[in-house]
């Protein structure tokens, strides 16, 4: 009977058939049968819906009141509810078991807070990483069939690449895998028109992107075909952001004309807040398909994308790709042109494309680091269980004794475990959408620009789906441990010599090795995790030694088509650096650029048998005066119009570098080169250098790389010739007047330098900054976890340790031991562990600050050495603390009384 | 009888359908013949208990004939009593002079 009711609504039956008199129920319940029967033929879904709803109604209390006043008249038919009132009882057992537990629960707060919140700690920390990869990895493009679109890469000797233009074309005509396939391009322009000039990241686009993202724009119009045709009115559609920062939301802004890299443009459109596709952008600019198809004798690699049609798998897309660039080799006839075709191509999803293939091991190993602490958590939770598991023995063994099966029990012990995981797992979900939030927000600001549009991190389905998991697996082994204790307890000798029959000697040099074990591991936790959040901290505020008051920076790049010539460039940088400081509103003006990457330099006179052996430099060439950032001349001179492309080669040397190389001598004079003595024969043919001067050092490059030593070796521009150059200068007061009257002095030297991105230098160091300061954050928040399941676990362990020899209290205090006597022996022996767990910590800890302070020598050894004091002095304090507390009330109780404590 | 010498409403319409039902009225077709008539969807439960408690004042009377199935329990049927009916007339009668002589409004205020 019933058979053909939904589940849910069996349970609520079951329960009106606990509630109410039999008789009643059953006569309830078959009339309600009567009426769902009656209404299946009209379908089964609205005769359960009205079923359910009748069943609650009947559940309202009261109703139910009324119900159970009602006089049972028959009990004839009984048989009928029989299955359904077994699944009563054992709903109401399961009900009762867990009220119990509730009751254990609340009577030791402090045990079930300690629990949860080592839980929450180790399920948090988990949760938050995985969403926070997740997000950066494998969540759908926010975009309608946002999972659709896809990338296309070129594979040449397995690895990939863009794709050549022609190899592209062919694959445009001929896969059916995608229903739209378009390129793009990503390059800063100058936008001048809005509020003030501005450098942004313009993406060039075919219209068809409009196809793929289904998304239309928040104003305006989208880009069409027409808009790419050879001769068609230059149009642009701005970001949200851009129409809100620079155009100030200006409502009026669709049809007006902007100049983008000095050519009139009309927006046609603003896109909606937080489009970016491809990547990120703040205008697109419409280019025609053709552009990606060069013609012959040129050649032009392209990033593209495409939407794979409806019901098309991308490996599937991959084997047509591949089968068709196959085909299209073989039609190539020029070796020149085969050699640029790729041997394959293959589609990749924007995030993988972002982050490269190497990350997924990377989210893989950090992922297994947070489920590692996660599993810490775990097993501190449930050895607290278990302690508490032990304590009730004799009562689990008479229980046993009369009747209770195993079942039983074993559900009882895992409904405290259940209950604290599920309340944690609520904290968790709850914590770690905080965090998101707070991370999104930070990073969002710290970086406006750069982050691809789909980075929103936050609580999300697959988030949601993972915290269930997480609850679930934590709460079978939380509650697991010890239920698996209960099975395979000896309950003949726990109802003979009570709590200590289920523990014995081994159980104790357990948990004694344990704790020893958890000292040097919290301590080592500790030490390191104060440490890299100590590091980052300090990276994060760092000076740079620069004086950065009104200083923007910028990059200017010349076509070197157009300057073949050493000389040519170099007249062209100067020109550049006369135009600029020329300007009225500018006071000064420096070009730097970094010469390749930190390499060897070797001095004159000095043999080298290995380039391991040879000293390194940072490398820059500049021209201008550097006193303008604050570099101070400490002796000789600075380099100048003295160095030019003719005379003999030159450099300046920063202070340690002088002191590195020369140590207490003076480097003027001196002659170095840049260059590896492994270098082959005709590379190492750089110039010697003299040293002319020893200016201040700066600290340059990322703040958390090893190397901002300042070991810097100044050469002239003017002798280096480069076709780029970073300009750096110091305007008089008015940012944006300054802006204009560069882009007007560059138009000057000529139309083919291009000036790409100009930020406030303060701007761009508060950002380095602030990626430090957030994985500062990150760090030290993670380890604050890590702390408090440490401090959990470990007072847990070794109040647990101490308890457990209440008995043999009792029995000293019995021989005659004074009080003070035996806190000082208990005390004694927690000095033991303490001394193994701590020297244990102390030598990996050593180790470790030794390694940091190498790569970051500028770090504070004082840090160092205080929380090297701080560290054991608190875990000290923590593990006395633990014994002492336990120890004192053992030793306050009544002698008797302690002996006979189960 | 005070309070209960009138019926109250929902147990005036459970009265008025088993009324209408006739013979063989019991909870499930009452419940069917006010959904009909009213469109009101009721909690059979309600009629239940109704129906219960309409027999402890003597409104209702109920007998009850065993099922045809062999497993099933007997069945109860309801009609309603003379004192059923006299107090379903009571209460119409009062309803109508409380009526009496009262327009409502145009908008209905």
Same mark, same amino acid.
């Given at each position: ?10 349970? &609520? ?52 009141? #009324? ?16 299955? !359904? ?6 709903? %109401?057992? &399961? ?36 969403? &926070?990869?997740?997000?950066? %990895? ?21 690895? @990939? ?19 739209? %396939? ?63 920062? @620079?155009?100030?939301? #200006? ?78 080799? =073989?039609?190539?006839? #020029? ?92 904290? @968790? ?34 988030? !949601? ?113 006369? *135009?600029?400081? =020329? ?33 390194? =430099? ?85 703040? !958390? ?17 480069? @076709? ?39 701007? %761009? ?136 404590? *189960? | ?57 003597? !409104?209702?009377?109920?007998?009850? *004939? ?39 409004? *145009?908008?209905?205020?």
């Amino acid at each position: 009977m019933r058979r053909d009711w939904p589940f849910f609504a069996r349970v &609520l039956a079951s329960i009106l058939g606990r509630a109410t008199p039999a008789g009643v129920s059953g006569n309830l319940l078959r009339d309600l049968d009567e009426g769902h029967r009656a209404r299946l033929p009209q379908g089964a879904r609205g005769a359960n819906r009205w079923l359910t709803r009748q069943l609650v109604l009947a559940l309202s209390p009261g109703r139910i009141r #009324d119900l159970r006043r009602l006089p049972a008249r028959s009990l004839r038919g009984v048989d009928d509810v029989s299955a !359904l009132r077994a699944t009563g009882r054992l709903l %109401m057992s &399961l009900a009762t078991d867990l009220r119990y537990s509730f009751r254990l629960l609340a009577r030791s707060p402090a045990f079930s807070l300690t629990t949860v919140v080592i839980l929450t700690g180790g399920l948090s920390v988990s949760l938050f990483t995985y969403s &926070l990869l997740h997000t950066m %990895m494998y969540k759908p493009l926010p975009l309608p069939a946002g999972d659709a679109v896809v990338r296309i890469f070129a594979v040449e000797d397995g690895r @990939t690449g863009f794709i050549e233009g022609r190899t592209l074309d062919f694959v445009r005509r001929n896969v059916d895998s995608f229903e739209v %396939m378009g390129t793009y391009d990503s390059r800063l322009v100058q936008i001048r028109g809005g509020v003030s000039p501005a450098s942004i990241s313009a993406t060039f686009i075919e219209p068809n992107m409009f196809d793929i993202t289904a998304v239309a724009p928040a104003l305006g119009r989208r880009l069409l075909s027409a808009d790419a045709e050879p001769g068609a009115e230059p149009v642009a559609i701005l970001s949200h952001h851009i129409w809100n920062a @620079t155009f100030g939301a #200006d409502a009026e802004i669709v049809g007006s004309q902007v100049n983008l890299n000095g050519v009139s443009t009309r927006i046609v459109g603003v896109m909606p807040a937080d489009f970016g596709f491809p990547v990120f952008g703040h205008i697109w600019i419409p280019v025609a398909r053709s552009e990606s198809a060069p013609p012959a004798g040129e050649t032009t690699y392209v990033a593209a994308y495409a939407k794979l049609r409806p019901g098309v798998s991308a490996p599937r897309a991959d084997v047509e790709l591949h089968e068709t660039i196959q085909r299209y080799r =073989a039609t190539v006839t #020029d070796p020149d042109l085969l050699e640029l075709t790729p041997d394959s191509a293959k589609t990749r999803t924007f995030q993988k494309a972002q982050m490269g293939d190497e990350a997924e091991v990377s989210f893989a190993i950090m992922n297994m680091a947070a489920g590692f602490i996660l599993l810490l958590a775990c097993v501190n939770a449930a050895n607290l269980l278990l302690a508490r598991c032990l304590e009730r023995t004799r009562e689990i063994t008479i229980r046993v004794a009369i009747g209770a099966s195993r079942l039983r029990l074993v559900t009882q012990m895992m409904g405290e475990g259940i209950i604290m995981t599920a309340v944690a797992g609520g904290l @968790t979900i709850f914590i770690t959408a905080q965090a998101l939030a707070l991370f999104d927000a930070r990073t969002h600001a710290a970086l406006p620009e750069g982050l691809a549009y789909w980075w929103r991190w936050g609580m999300d389905a697959p988030t !949601l789906t993972v915290a269930g998991l997480l609850v679930l697996g934590t709460a079978l082994l939380v509650g697991g441990i010890p239920a698996w204790r209960v099975v395979r307890a000896d309950t003949n000798a726990a109802l003979r010599d009570g709590q200590q029959g289920g523990q014995g000697l081994a159980t104790d040099r357990l948990t004694r090795a344990l704790v020893v074990l958890q000292i040097a591991a919290i301590s080592v936790l500790l030490f390191l995790g104060g440490m890299a959040a100590y590091v980052t901290y300090q990276a994060g505020t760092i000076d740079f030694g620069l004086d950065t008051d009104r200083v923007l920076v910028g990059m200017v790049a010349m076509d070197e088509g157009d300057y073949p010539t050493r000389e040519s460039r170099v007249a062209f940088l100067e020109r550049v650096r006369r *135009e600029v400081e =020329a300007s009225a509103t500018i006071e000064a003006v420096i070009l730097r650029v970094q010469v390749g990457e930190e390499g060897p330099v070797m001095l004159e006179g000095a043999v080298y048998d290995t380039e391991a052996n040879q000293p390194t =430099a940072r490398v820059r060439a500049q021209m201008g005066d550097s006193a303008m950032l604050g570099v101070e001349l400490r002796v000789g001179r600075r380099l100048d119009e003295r160095d030019g492309l003719g005379a003999a080669p030159t450099a300046v040397v920063s202070e340690t570098l002088a002191r590195d190389l020369w140590g207490t001598q003076s480097p003027l004079g001196r002659r170095l080169r840049v260059g590896s003595v492994e270098a082959p024969r005709g590379e190492s043919t750089q110039p010697w250098l003299t040293v002319v001067g020893v200016v201040s050092d700066i600290y340059e490059g990322n703040p !958390l790389d090893g190397d901002r030593k300042g070991k810097t070796l100044y050469l002239s521009m003017a002798q280096v010739a480069p @076709t780029n150059a970073g300009i750096t200068f110091r305007h008089r007061g008015d940012a944006s007047a300054a802006l204009v009257a560069l882009t007007e002095a560059l138009d000057e030297v000529g139309p083919t330098v291009e000036l790409v991105r100009i930020i406030n230098f303060d701007d %761009m160091l508060d950002q380095m900054r602030g990626a430090s300061l957030a994985a500062s954050q990150v760090l030290g928040g993670c380890f604050g976890f890590a702390l408090v399941l440490a401090i959990g676990g470990i007072y847990g362990l070794t109040s647990r340790s101490v308890t457990q020899r209440t008995q043999e209290i009792g029995i000293r205090r019995a021989l005659g031991a004074t009080k003070v006597r035996i806190i000082a022996l208990f005390l004694r022996g927690s000095g033991r562990q303490l001394t193994i767990g701590l020297g244990l910590a102390a030598a990996v800890g050593v180790a470790a600050s030794v390694a940091v302070l190498n790569l970051y020598p500028e770090l504070d050894v004082g840090a160092f050495l205080a929380a090297g004091l701080l560290v054991p002095t608190l875990i000290s304090g923590l593990v006395l603390t633990a014994t002492y507390l336990p120890t004192r009330r053992a030793v306050r109780m009544n002698p008797r009384a302690a002996i006979w404590r *189960e | 009888m005070g309070k209960s010498k009138y019926p109250g409403e929902f147990e005036q319409v459970v009265m008025l359908a088993l009324a209408r039902v006739g013979d063989g009225a019991y909870s499930v077709p009452v419940h069917a013949e006010i959904l009909e008539t009213s469109g009101r969807d009721v909690a059979i439960a309600s009629v239940y208990v109704t129906l219960s408690r309409l027999e402890n004042k003597g !409104l209702v009377a109920s007998v009850a *004939e065993p099922r045809e199935e062999a497993t099933g329990r007997p069945r109860r049927f309801y009609s309603l009593t003379a004192g059923g009916w006299d107090a379903l007339q009571r209460s119409r009668k009062m309803i109508d002079s409380m009526w009496a002589g009262v327009e409502v409004p *145009e908008d209905g205020r």
